[in-house]
């Protein structure tokens, strides 16, 4: 019988062996990711199981009456075990619905796992979606490289200029040491983010730091240089099927001698060379307001290097 419980700190050793063996599970869900911000975000993260154990894990926050695909994350929803099959997955959807239900929350805002980051096919979950009438709330729209297709459309000249340019002008790139090193960098991000978007970053550099060293194996860093002082970063968080582009940044003048695409050129050629297990180079969204703005220069340049779109979803769940 399908059961369904809130998780608890008890559970936690558990919750990260479940999430490395899932169908669609990431780092990003391991709890020592999801709990660095417990502070921000009332955790209400579920577990469904039956008799023969763990079904699905559901990373989730509740505020107020909605209840939230963890705020903090980039994606969410149900967390698979290889034997959920669709009608599994179509059970946990009416099992959870009658879970909140009972605890008065009003609606479930549901965020997809984009199907790139899937280690076996998982989409039965849209189709449950559908079923349920869920409706979509938010689209956003990346760009994404597929590493191993013979399709791979033709980089532009003009990224391969630029690395030309930034290493002629004297730009050097070198892998981050280690956590600390990112306090350097950092105000690139910040100086960036602030001119051009007039907001900050969702992490402080203590937070990165912190889960840099927490997740050695997963997130790793670029930083470029000239004359030893810093001038551009690129870090990188890596799943067992994507490599996923963080805070992509360079000084204005770096911007100017081509120091962004020194850096994502560098970052490719490792990925194609070095971790070749992985198949797809993301670099995120280019959205703003739900996805009903897209930023088509910036959609433009990530395309120039190869990219393609691959969708980011939320659905909205009525409960009431």
Request: net charge neutral; aromatic share 12%; charged share 20%.
């Amino acid at each position: 019988m399908l059961q369904i419980r809130k998780y608890t700190p008890a559970d936690k050793a558990q919750w990260d062996k479940f999430v490395e063996t899932s169908r669609n599970g990431t780092f990003l869900f391991r709890r020592d990711f999801m709990d660095y911000h417990a502070d921000r975000f009332a955790d209400h993260s579920l577990i469904a199981e039956d008799e023969r154990g763990w079904l699905a894990v559901l990373p989730a926050n509740a505020a107020g009456t909605a209840f939230h695909s963890h705020q903090g994350l980039t994606y969410g929803g149900f967390v698979l075990s290889p034997r959920a099959g669709a009608g599994c997955v179509m059970a946990l959807f009416d099992a959870v619905q009658d879970f909140l239900r009972h605890r008065g929350f009003t609606a479930w805002l549901y965020k997809q796992v984009p199907y790139i980051y899937h280690r076996q096919p998982s989409e039965d979950e849209e189709y449950a979606l559908w079923r349920i009438g869920a409706s979509l709330e938010v689209c956003n729209l990346a760009a994404t490289i597929d590493l191993q297709s013979p399709l791979l459309p033709a980089q532009e000249e003009r990224r391969g200029r630029g690395k030309r340019r930034a290493l002629k002008a004297g730009y050097r790139i070198a892998p981050l040491a280690g956590p600390d090193d990112l306090a350097a960098y950092w105000p690139i991000i910040d100086t960036n983010l602030m001119t051009c978007h007039a907001t900050r970053p969702v992490h402080t550099c203590a937070e990165m730091q912190l889960l840099m060293g927490r997740f050695p194996h997963n997130i790793r860093a670029w930083g470029a240089t000239l004359d030893g002082l810093p001038a551009g970063i690129l870090l990188m968080f890596d799943t067992q099927m994507v490599a996923h582009s963080q805070y992509p940044h360079a000084t204005a003048e770096g911007k100017q001698q081509g120091v962004m695409d020194l850096l994502i050129l560098n970052a490719l050629d490792y990925y194609r060379t070095e971790r070749s297990d992985l198949r797809y180079f993301d670099f995120g969204i280019s959205n703003e307001q739900g996805g009903r703005f897209l930023n088509e220069g910036l959609q433009a340049q990530k395309e120039g290097f190869g990219g393609r779109g691959v969708t980011y979803k939320q659905w909205l769940i009525p409960l009431a």
